[in-house]
């Protein structure tokens, strides 16, 4: 009898927590397409499940809170009339009027007052202070004088929603520029998350991480300035070379493991959360050395012990090396950058992106489902081969740290250079 009671309740958990990962990944889904302007699969959602108009991410933001923002007319309307919350408040208490005006989104905000929304929060324009912006390091140091910089025969070198990375010239020497488009200069988000990146660069001194020289903050547009690296991207790299040798793969993957060792060790902790080829930079054309870079998404944790826990909810970063928790919007730690870093070193083996049949978003989806890429190479020993399955492990408790990953690499280093040389004297 108790067997067949405790049988009968198990299968009837089963349903309800596929219902609840389901809700998740449909939570995600109508945050991303309102994000990119997707008024049609927005509406398709909806007619699905009209309770996702409700849906919040991790700084408690609805789909009309990211529409409002962004001035997405279309998507706002399609979300008004399945019954959004027009004065839903986020986790700074910003209703989606507050967030339209503070990015003098006009349109936007005719629409939102016309159905009824009121202007509330950090942005509103109620009575309550505006938000403190996190002060900056002593600039003494570091703060430079614009004028320092030469344009005159610069290039873009990259491009974003917030800004531009630009190759220019610094008293003779050439350097990366990040500059913040001057339209966004005023933006309160753009600005905080500005600070934020030039706080955590100040801090960090590694031969793997990439060196930051200075930063303009007093006069616009604002700029962040970092030593130029002349061998390009990763992603760039691998789209033209294809699969790597597993020496060269294992030499680039000690290099990554060990910026990323450093930003892990205690006690100020720093999570990249968006580690991926892209960001991860070749020193020169002769491709012997590796930078970890770009930490506009990193976060600083500080921790007394090891054994503190600090984790976070969001989902931050790109989706083909997202780690399954984030995804999912459960709570995660450190070794959410483990996982990105097992999908790297299986493309730099692999030649391919993980899970390369999928598009990135879908990649994601599956990923979180349990699904993993497939060894195909015959360069994966198996010792590299455990190892790539420990870092992407589905419980990130299993991940290992990376002094842990360090010394695994290491050893598989040893062994191959030791098993080159007896074939040499064999054959």
């Known amino acids: 009898m108790s067997g067949s009671e405790g049988s009968s309740g198990h299968s009837a958990d089963a349903p309800a927590k596929r219902k609840d990962k389901a809700k998740v990944s449909r939570t995600s889904l109508i945050l991303w397409h309102t994000h990119q302007n997707d008024a049609a699969a927005v509406k398709k959602l909806l007619e699905e499940d009209r309770s996702l108009v409700h849906a919040r991410d991790y700084d408690n933001r609805t789909p009309l809170h990211v529409a409002s923002l962004h001035g997405w007319i279309d998507v706002a309307k399609c979300l008004i009339e399945y019954g959004a919350d027009v004065n839903a408040q986020d986790r700074w208490k910003n209703t989606p009027l507050a967030d339209a005006e503070g990015a003098k989104k006009h349109n936007m905000v005719d629409l939102l007052k016309m159905n009824n929304g009121v202007s509330f929060g950090q942005d509103g324009s109620h009575s309550e202070p505006k938000p403190v912006l996190p002060p900056l390091s002593n600039k003494c140091d570091w703060e430079i004088d614009p004028l320092e910089l030469d344009f005159t025969s610069s290039h873009i070198v990259g491009k974003g929603s917030f800004g531009e990375i630009v190759r220019a010239y610094w008293r003779g020497t050439p350097v990366a520029v990040k500059r913040i488009l001057p339209s966004l200069s005023d933006d309160r988000f753009v600005v905080q998350d500005f600070r934020h990146e030039v706080n ?228």
Not at 229 to 253: M, V
Not at 335 to 360: N, R, T, W
Not at 377 to 401: G, Q
């Open 200 to 427: 955590l660069l100040v801090k960090l001194r590694h031969p793997n991480i990439v060196q930051f020289l200075g930063a303009v903050t007093e006069k616009k547009p604002l700029m962040l300035i970092t030593e130029f690296l002349r061998g390009g991207d990763l992603h760039q790299y691998l789209k033209e070379k294809g699969a790597l040798s597993p020496t060269t793969a294992i030499n680039f993957a000690l290099d990554i493991a060990r910026g990323m060792a450093y930003m892990h060790t205690e006690p100020n902790v720093i999570i990249h959360r968006d580690l991926k080829p892209r960001n991860v930079l070749l020193v020169n054309s002769n491709a012997d050395h590796l930078k970890v870079g770009d930490f506009g998404l990193s976060k600083l944790i500080r921790v007394q012990n090891s054994h503190d826990v600090y984790k976070m909810t969001g989902e931050t970063g790109s989706y083909r090396y997202m780690a399954p928790e984030v995804f999912k919007h459960r709570r995660y730690d450190k070794k959410v950058d483990v996982y990105s870093f097992a999908m790297i070193l299986y493309q730099m083996l692999e030649g391919d992106p993980p899970l390369s049949q999928l598009e990135p978003y879908e990649a994601a989806k599956c990923a979180a489902e349990g699904l993993r890429p497939v060894f195909k190479s015959k360069s994966y020993n198996p010792e590299l081969r455990e190892l790539t399955v420990h870092c992407w492990d589905a419980d990130m408790n299993k991940r290992p740290p990376f002094l842990e990953i360090l010394k695994s690499l290491e050893k598989i280093k040893e062994k191959m250079t030791t098993d080159h040389h007896w074939n040499i004297f064999t054959s």
